[in-house]
């Protein structure tokens, strides 16, 4: 993912145990937006039976820095999320340049 030339939005569904149930792409954008439906992500993840999940996205320029609409695109899966007792364990966006984690930067 980090050296594509286009966005490419992944969810990995996890069951109780955090094991992979599916590692899906979501979608396929252009080379600085994938169009990311929340509501989507959570239907897949009832329909699977996942209780967690991990999000990962790739920035073809190369830098992992989240955008303020990566921050809020997250915040929405989480809260939309919650109350279907399925829990965000990160988001990852990868890059040539590294890789951050929202869990780590502590913005989720």
């Not at 149930?21 to 993840?45: F, K, L, M, N, S």
């Amino acid at each position: 993912m980090a050296y594509a030339d286009r966005e490419e939005f992944r969810v990995l569904f996890l069951d109780k145990r955090n094991a992979l149930i599916a590692d899906e792409v979501q979608g396929v954008g252009t080379i600085d937006h994938t169009p990311v439906y929340p509501r989507e992500i959570i239907r897949r993840a009832l329909e699977l039976g996942a209780s967690a999940l991990i999000l990962a996205h790739n920035h073809p320029s190369g830098d992992p820095k989240p955008s303020a609409a990566d921050i809020r695109m997250t915040k929405d899966i989480v809260a939309i999320a919650e109350p279907f007792g399925i829990t965000v364990h990160d988001h990852l966006i990868v890059g040539k340049h590294g890789q951050t984690s929202f869990r780590g930067q502590k913005l989720i």
